[in-house]
């Protein structure tokens, strides 16, 4: 456990969520996402990685279309999130980790300011938006 740089409050690094220096999406074209390295069945493992970067690519795809329809706002607060989207303002409200047949799925995602996203990821209960969508998704999933 450390102490944020910026503002003194707890954190797993150097900087917690809020001050944790961003970096826009990244554009596979150019070769910017990161190769897995990985000892063992080489081959397995290659074909691992390129489905982890297709899917890396597609949701950075679907990311972006999504910032080209929706307003560049909070949807829980209305506040404007500027003109470049950063990874941090693209909120799955159904975890892909959990739930990866839904972490393609634009209803799947909010826009949310780097305030939002971090008070929703230490209480995923916090916003009532969040929550009432997070129900729609879980009839639309049949989630119990």
Not at 35 to 45: E, F, L, R
Not at 78 to 84: I, K, P, S, V
Not at 97 to 126: F, G, Q, T, W
Request: hydrophobic content about 30%.
């Amino acid at each position: 456990m450390g102490i944020c740089k910026t503002c003194g409050k707890n954190s797993d690094s150097d900087y917690c969520f809020q001050h944790k220096p961003r970096k826009p999406l990244l554009d596979n074209s150019k070769g910017l996402i990161r190769k897995v390295s990985v000892k063992g069945n080489y081959k397995a493992m290659e074909s691992l990685k390129e489905e982890i970067d297709k899917v890396k690519l597609q949701m950075r795809n679907m990311f972006l279309n999504i910032w080209k329809k929706r307003k560049h706002n909070s949807e829980v607060s209305g506040d404007y999130l500027g003109n470049e989207p950063m990874s941090t303002y693209f909120h799955h409200i159904l975890a892909k980790s959990k739930y990866p047949e839904a972490c393609l799925d634009e209803e799947n995602i909010i826009l949310l300011s780097l305030l939002e996203h971090s008070n929703v990821e230490n209480d995923m209960y916090r916003y009532d938006e969040i929550n009432k969508r997070r129900n729609i998704l879980n009839e639309k999933y049949n989630i119990i």
